[in-house]
């Protein structure tokens, strides 16, 4: 029998909550405190219980962390998965080649024994929550040091994992309004997660980077996986006589249909969100930070489209680092536009100038100019660490050799732990095989050309690094090929002799070559000159907004505070509504499959209609998924969402699934910051649309007989 953890925990309320319009991502263990009256009142037919439960099965145990960042959801007895597209999307990509163009023709196992392993991809159920706020914050005197503060909570955090027993779990203490409560999240991981189907590109990245953070959307973003576990249904590696998973709780599939109005729930594991931060943290962003990173990335999206239109080997190779590349690309562009619409830094000031005359006289009266001060302190330092991100670690070599320091290292200790060598030459070998399966050198080379120039272009000159030799005289396109040309980087037989080889010698021979030369130059002024005051003035700024946020419940304790997202599961609900962007457009709540074949272009990778969609929608073979003489795809609903919530269960009143998130529309991106109800629509693919495709366009008819269809 499983071990779980036993711990004695004493809810300490730092921080008043209280559930307003559809804004907030709640924490699952407060739900029946804060949310649950309102969530009833708004059309919700289950409990509290029904989401969260320690002892019985819930809703929440249907739901996973995907990956490193994306959500899932079981829908069958058998271990099924459901997520984005663009979540497998790396999955699908290395199983992707020109003769098995899995991106391009989608894939579909027909039986368990086709489904394709992953070696680097886990999920995660999160098996209980407790809030160890008071027992982490023991004895923490308001008039500690900051050092000292950060070690007392540290020894804190030690005593309750002293008190955790079952090893085969994973336990994370995170923070809450930075660092004014602490919650304690227990999952439990599973490492043999299978490949069972991916529409084309043409469905599951219908539209592509034109059609991404839009609205309308007619996107089929999902794929389906498949959890194994050992004999005994516990968490195993990858083995060939591992079985499907028996979960403790499994969604059911809804196929009644929706209307507008009708209540939402999104479950989840949304990233990261900055709902408190203030005025000049705002313009910051708006005006500097996120119009630098635009340009910088605008450069190389320019470099790898030219080269992907009209190559299908570098379209393979570059799919997932231009999805990468582009999907803050126009988050970015899109969180301009939204804060400038919402006049979000005069909003901002002006709750803060409220604040500063509430706080007059008390202790909470230097914490908005103090904070002013560090952001304009900050403002060179965050443009230095931006463009070193942006630019200089923008580049595929560059961040190649990096992977190598460690290794480096290792070889240039006087006595060498062998086994800690073998360890990580492996590790490489497996990265170094990776890389150059996807690397083009002259894509990374044109991207260097336009790249490096911009940072020194931008960057305050106390972070120039000296890397130019006297011999190129500032010719940066001269030194970049001189670079390339003499880099064992660049080679991939040469990487593979030294590894294999696992000379100590040959290994250290790598600090002389150019391309680790450039890195360890950079990476000085990074380490020395940028990051420990970057670094250093954020964490002011955390102990200050502590105690802004503190101050702000105390001021306005009728109001809503709702903690930023940070990657544990949350609870967001609302409605299903269309909007109103501006004057004279209106757009309703769901879009079907007559607007795919509008957009049909063959002429456009992203737009080409599969011939088989196009069958199925000139015959009308829609089967049971029909509605009014078409397919609903997608719909929109008023639920709080942000990244990591892709592929996250939308939940009808009954805690049906009805369709999964995969987006925000671009009128509301800016809800990171601040929340606009009026504008803030969460995008996600309708499960009949899911359904349809497994079904009629797919013929993996036997998936959908493992779900449990509500009709």
Known sequence: MKKFFVIVVITLSVITFRASADEGMWIPLLIEKYNIDDMQAKGFKLTAEDIYSINNACLIDAVVLFGRGCTGELISDQGLLLTNHHCGYGAIQKHSSVELDYLTDGFWAMNNEQELPNPDLTVKFLKRIADVTDIVLADIGENLLENERAYSIEENIKKIENNISGGEYINSIESFFYGNQYYLFVYEEFK????????????????????????????????????????????????????????????????????????????????????????????????IRNPKCIELRNKRLEIMNKYMDTNDTIRIKYAGKNARVSNSWKRWKGEIVGLERLNAIETKSKLEKKFNKWATGNEYANVIPELESIYERMEKYTIAYDYYKESIMAIEIIRFAEKFKELIEIASFSEIDSLTLEIKIQELEKQSEAFYKDYVEFIDKEIFYELLPMYFNNVAPEFHPEIIDVGFEGDY??????????????????????????????????????????????????????????????????????????????????????????????????????????????????????????????????????????????????????????VPVCFIATNHTTGGNSGSPVLDAEGNLIGINFDRVWEGIMSDMVFDPEQSRNISLDIRYILFIIDKYAGAKYLIDEMNIIK
């Open 477 to 630: 396109m001269k030194f970049i090929e001189s670079l390339f040309i003499n880099s064992i980087f660049t080679q991939e037989d040469e990487i593979d002799k030294i590894l294999i080889s696992g000379s100590a010698e040959s290994i250290q021979q790598l600090v002389n070559d150019p391309v680790y030369k450039f890195l360890d130059r950079f990476g000085k002024v990074y380490s020395e000159k940028i990051l420990p005051y970057y670094d250093s003035l954020n964490a002011q700024t955390n102990i200050l907004y502590r105690k802004y946020i503190k101050g702000l419940s105390k001021m306005q304790n009728d109001n809503i505070l709702y903690p930023d997202a940070n990657l544990t599961m949350r609870v967001s609900y609302g409605e299903i509504k269309g909007s109103q962007p501006k004057d004279g457009v209106k757009y309703v709540y769901y879009t079907t499959l007559d607007g795919v074949m509008e957009k049909d272009n063959p002429d456009i990778y992203d737009y080409d209609v599969p011939d088989k969609l196009k069958e199925l929608f000139e015959s009308k073979d829609y089967g049971i998924y029909e509605v009014n003489g078409t």
């Open 192 to 287: 043999d997660v299978r490949l069972v189907g991916a529409p084309p590109s043409a469905i599951g990245k219908f539209g592509g980077d034109t059609d991404n953070w839009m609205w309308p959307r007619h996107t089929g973003d999902f794929s389906v996986f498949r959890i194994y576990a050992d004999k005994d249904n516990s968490p195993a590696e990858y083995a060939i006589d591992n079985v499907p998973y028996k979960p403790k709780k499994y969604l059911s599939v809804s196929l009644k249909g929706i209307n507008e109005g009708d209540f939402t729930l999104v479950l989840g594991y949304p990233g990261s969100t900055k709902e408190y931060i203030i005025s000049d943290a705002i313009k910051q962003i708006k005006e």
